[in-house]
C-alpha cells in the first residue's frame, strides 16, 4: 500500500492571484454592516500584502461542504487554519455577527474566542496570515500549520486525518516537544520545546536552532506543518511556480512514525520519503487493504519459520520472552506456545530474543541488526524475499574428496614436521615482537623531533602539570573559539596570564594550529600585539601561555544588549576619545604585521572580540590562530574561507580565492564603523528602508557624507557628550577612513599604513565613493576601460 505520500502537496494545481481574483470578490475587512457573509457570495478576505486570503472553501472530495478556512493566495491548494475543520457547513451557511456581538458560523455554534467591543468591531486578515477580532487572533488555535513569526500557543498542534480530510488526526505535537500517536511517543526534539518558525529559515528552540535548507532568504514563504503521515516539517514556496519544497523535517526515516502500516505489514521507506507497506512472505493483501495469511495455521505443530532478514517489529512483544542462549532455544521457545506468531533475534551476541504475539509495527532497514522469523504453515511453499548475508552459499559442482588412512606416529617425519612447525612460530612470534618494539620507538622519536623544533622558540617551555596548577585544572574559562579554550591563570611568580588550550579542527590539525601561532606571535613585538610568554607540548596536548589582558573584548563595550542577554556584567560605556585611540592603536598593529615585519602576516579575522583592552584600555589584538604568512610580495591562495561572517572581505566569495592584506584592511574599516556606530554590522536594519538597503556602509556613508548628518550614525549612548566643535573632525576621518577601507575592489582600499596616517591626520583623506555590496550591483569604483578617459575615484593610496 502506498503510505501517506506528503510530497503530493508539491504537486497539487495551482492557482495565481489573478485567478482568484476573476473567481471572487476581494474585500480588506468584515464588518457588521457587511453581515451576514454567505457562501454564495464568492466574497474573499485578503491581507495587506496580498500574501494570504480568507474565506469560505469547498471540501476537495465533497464540493457541497465549506470551510470557512485561511489559505495561501500564490499556493491555493494550500489551507493554514480553518475555523470549523471537524463541522464543515453547508452552502446555505453564513458568517454573521450574533447580537452580542459574537462572530459565529450560522447555523453552527462555531464561534471565535471574542466578543466586538464595539459596532466598528472588524474582522482583518494580518499579512502574516493570522486572522484578528478585537482580542482574539486564529494564531491562538492553530490547525496543523504554524507561520513564521507567529506565537506558539499552549496548545497542542493536531494534524489532519489524511490530504483531503481537514478533520483532527490522530497524530499530535505535544507541549512542543515530542510528537505522539494516541498516547504513544515517538518523534523527540533534541533541543528542547520549539519556540518560532523565523522569516529568514531559522526554526528556533530552547537550547538551540535548526537551520532549514533555504536559511536566509527573507523574502521566502515557509511553513511548519505536522501532516497526515506523522511527520513534522518545514515546506519553503518556489516564487517562480508557487510549488512547496522541504527544507527541514524531524523524521528522517518514515518508517519510524508508528501506525503507518496495519497488522502483518511491513513498512519500507525511500530517499524520497516515500514509504510502503507490503505483505511478508506467506501473507496476501484483502480487498481491506489489510495482509493475512493465506495458509491458516490449523495445528500448531505442523509450522515452519521463514527468516526475514533486516526487518524488526516493534509491537505484539511477550513481555515475558527477553533473551536465549541460542538462535535455536529461541525458536523451540516460540514452537512450545500455539500463541506466538513468530520471534525476533538479534545476531551479536548479546542473545536477545523477543517472541510475537502480534505481527505489529514491522519495519525493514538496512541498519537494523535483527531477523524476524515468522510462523507460517509447512503446507505454504513460500519464499523469502528479504534475504541477507545469513543466506546459505551453495557451491554448483559437487566433489567428492578421498582422505588418506591416518598415519602412524612413530613415522619420523611427523616428528620433523612438529619441529619445522615449532620453529615457525617461534619466529613469528619474534618477527611480532620486533615489529611492535620499532613501532613504539617509532612513535617516541617522532614525537621527539616535533618537541625539539618546540625547543628552538624563544619562548618559555612550561609542564602540563604547572599550568594545571596555574589554571586550578582548568577551571576559569575565560573565552572560547573555533580553535580552543581560553582559561585565566596565576604562575608562581604571581604574574596573571590566560592559557589557551587549542583543540583538533577539521580544517587543519592541533600540530599546524599549534606552530602556526606560536612561530608567528614568538617573534612579533609591538605594543598593541598580545604577546605570548610560552607554551607548552606534552602528551598530546598543545597549550599557548599569553599575557592576561584584564578589561576582556572590545565587543562587550560596542554591543552592551548583546552581552546582557549572555548574563555578563554590563561593561563602562567608552567616550569619544577612548575609542579614538582604540582606533589608531588597532590600526598600527595590524600595519606593523603587514608592513614592518620580515614576514607577511595576514591576521584574517579581525573583529571585536579579537581586540582586547588593558586596564587603561589601550587595544591589543589578540588570536592569530587563523594567520597566513607569506612573502610580502605574494598574493595568497587559500582552499576555504577563513575568519567571521561579517567581516570577510567580498574577494572570499570566489573559487580558490586570491587573499592579500587588502581582506585585513576590510575587516578593520567594519570594525571602526561598529566603533563610531556601537551596532553590530549583521544586526543592522531600518524599519524605514527595503531590506536589500540594510548595508552598515552604504546607510553611514548616505549619512555623513551625502546628507551631512553624522549625528545620524554616532553611538546613541554617545550622542549627550558629542561636541560638535571638538568632534567633528575625529568623527568625520574615522567614517571616511572606513568607508576607503570598505570598498569592494581590493586595488581601491588603501594599505594598512596609509590607514593608520588616515586616522592620526598626518594624510588628507579624499571623499571616498560609496560602499556596496559586491554581488548587488557594479561598484561606482570600476576602471575604465582600455581606450575610455579615466573617470574613475582615485584611490586612497593616490
Not at 601561555?545 to 555578563?568: D, H, I, M, T
Request: glycine share 6%; charged share 20%.
Amino acid at each position: 500500500m502506498a503510505a501517506f505520500a506528503v510530497t503530493v502537496l508539491l504537486f497539487l494545481p495551482i492557482f495565481s492571484a489573478a485567478a482568484i481574483s476573476d473567481q471572487y470578490v476581494n474585500f480588506t475587512s468584515f464588518s457588521i454592516q457587511d453581515s451576514p457573509w454567505r457562501v454564495d457570495q464568492n466574497r474573499v478576505l485578503v491581507s495587506p500584502g496580498g500574501s494570504f486570503a480568507a474565506g469560505f472553501r469547498p471540501l476537495p472530495t465533497s464540493p457541497h461542504l465549506f470551510l470557512f478556512a485561511v489559505w495561501y493566495r500564490q499556493s491555493n491548494e494550500t489551507i493554514v487554519w480553518a475555523m470549523n475543520r471537524d463541522s464543515p457547513v453547508s452552502n446555505s451557511s453564513s458568517l454573521v455577527f450574533s447580537k452580542d456581538g459574537k462572530l459565529i458560523l450560522s447555523p453552527t455554534t462555531i464561534s471565535v474566542n471574542a466578543t466586538a467591543s464595539s459596532n466598528s468591531t472588524k474582522l482583518v486578515l494580518e499579512e502574516t496570515g493570522g486572522l484578528q477580532f478585537d482580542s482574539w487572533t486564529s494564531f491562538d488555535d492553530p490547525m496543523d500549520t504554524i507561520l513564521p513569526g507567529q506565537t506558539l500557543p499552549s496548545i497542542n498542534l493536531v494534524a489532519r486525518r489524511s490530504l483531503a480530510d481537514y478533520r483532527s488526526g490522530f497524530y499530535n505535537l505535544v507541549n512542543w516537544t515530542s510528537l505522539s500517536f494516541y498516547d504513544e511517543k515517538y518523534g523527540n526534539i533534541d533541543k528542547g520545546p520549539l519556540t518560532n518558525l523565523t522569516s529568514d529559515g531559522l526554526l528556533k528552540a530552547k537550547t538551540g536552532d535548526y537551520y532549514l535548507a533555504d536559511f536566509g532568504e527573507n523574502d521566502t514563504l515557509r511553513r511548519l506543518t505536522l501532516d497526515p503521515d506523522g511527520n513534522l516539517r518545514v515546506y519553503s514556496m518556489n516564487p517562480a511556480n508557487g510549488r512547496w519544497f522541504i527544507v527541514w523535517r524531524l523524521i528522517p526515516n518514515l518508517c519510524r512514525v508508528p501506525g503507518l502500516c496495519g497488522l502483518n505489514s511491513i513498512c519500507m521507506s525511500d530517499v524520497d520519503d516515500q514509504v510502503s507497506c507490503v505483505c511478508p512472505p506467506g501473507f496476501r493483501r484483502t480487498a481491506g487493504s489489510r495482509c493475512e495469511p493465506i495458509i491458516n495455521i490449523t495445528a500448531p505443530a505442523e509450522t515452519r519459520f521463514l527468516q526475514l532478514d533486516f526487518v524488526n517489529f516493534t509491537k505484539g512483544l511477550n513481555p515475558n520472552v527477553t533473551s536465549a542462549p541460542t538462535l535455536s532455544n529461541c525458536e523451540t521457545g516460540c514452537l512450545d506456545q500455539p500463541s506466538c506468531r513468530g520471534f525476533v533475534y538479534q545476531f551479536d551476541g548479546s542473545g536477545y530474543c523477543a517472541h510475537l504475539e502480534q505481527l505489529l509495527e514491522g519495519r525493514w532497514s538496512p541498519g537494523t541488526l535483527t531477523a524476524a522469523y515468522i510462523r507460517v504453515s509447512k503446507r505454504e511453499n513460500a519464499i523469502t524475499n528479504f534475504t541477507g548475508l545469513t543466506e546459505l552459499v551453495n557451491t554448483t559442482c559437487p566433489v567428492r574428496l578421498l582422505l588418506p588412512e591416518a598415519p602412524d606416529m612413530s613415522n619420523p617425519r611427523n616428528r620433523n614436521l612438529a619441529i619445522v612447525c615449532c620453529f615457525f612460530a617461534l619466529e613469528l612470534l619474534g618477527a611480532m615482537a620486533f615489529f611492535w618494539t620499532f613501532i613504539r620507538r617509532h612513535t617516541h622519536y617522532r614525537e621527539s623531533a616535533g618537541n625539539l623544533g618546540l625547543d628552538q622558540l624563544p619562548l618559555r617551555r612550561f609542564t602540563l602539570a604547572e599550568l594545571t596548577a596555574a589554571t586550578d585544572d582548568f577551571s576559569h574559562e575565560i573565552g572560547s573559539g573555533g580553535f580552543g579554550t581560553v582559561y585565566k591563570g596565576e604562575l608562581p611568580d604571581h604574574r596573571v596570564v590566560a592559557v589557551k588550550r587549542l583543540k583538533f579542527s577539521s580544517r587543519c590539525s592541533s600540530d599546524a594550529e599549534f606552530w602556526a601561532e606560536a612561530a608567528i606571535i614568538a617573534r612579533l613585538h609591538h605594543l598593541n600585539l598580545v604577546r605570548l610568554w610560552g607554551f607548552c607540548a606534552e602528551k598530546g596536548q598543545r597549550l599557548l601561555v599569553y599575557e592576561y589582558v584584564p578589561n576582556g573584548s572590545l565587543n562587550k563595550f560596542l554591543f552592551p544588549a548583546a552581552v546582557r542577554e549572555q548574563g555578563v556584567a554590563e561593561a563602562p560605556m567608552l567616550d569619544w576619545s577612548t575609542r579614538y585611540r582604540i582606533a589608531i592603536g588597532v590600526a598600527r598593529a595590524i600595519a606593523y604585521l603587514h608592513e614592518e615585519c620580515r614576514e607577511w602576516v595576514l591576521h584574517c579575522d579581525i573583529k571585536p572580540e579579537n581586540i582586547l583592552l588593558e586596564n587603561d584600555f589601550c587595544p591589543k589584538v589578540s588570536d592569530f590562530g587563523l594567520a597566513k604568512l607569506a612573502t610580502k610580495a605574494d598574493m595568497v591562495s587559500m582552499s576555504g574561507i577563513r575568519g567571521t561572517r561579517g567581516y570577510l572581505a567580498p574577494e572570499w566569495a570566489g573559487i580558490n580565492p586570491t587573499i592579500t592584506a587588502k581582506a585585513d584592511v576590510y575587516s578593520f574599516g567594519m570594525v571602526l564603523l561598529e566603533i563610531v556606530c556601537g551596532i553590530r554590522n549583521m544586526e543592522f536594519q531600518q524599519s524605514s528602508m527595503e531590506s536589500c538597503e540594510w548595508y552598515l556602509p552604504k546607510w553611514a556613508y548616505e549619512k555623513a557624507c551625502v546628507e551631512k548628518k553624522v549625528e545620524d550614525i554616532l553611538d546613541p549612548r554617545l550622542l549627550q557628550s558629542y561636541d560638535c566643535r571638538q568632534h567633528s573632525k575625529i568623527v568625520d576621518r574615522m567614517v571616511k577612513t572606513a568607508i576607503w577601507c570598505l570598498q569592494d575592489r581590493p586595488e581601491m582600499r588603501p594599505s594598512m599604513g596609509k590607514v593608520a596616517k588616515m586616522l592620526e591626520g598626518t594624510v588628507d583623506i579624499v571623499e571616498p565613493p560609496q560602499a556596496t555590496i559586491f554581488f548587488l550591483g557594479p561598484s561606482p569604483s570600476l576602471s575604465p576601460l582600455p581606450g575610455q578617459k579615466n573617470s574613475a575615484p582615485k584611490t586612497a593610496d593616490a
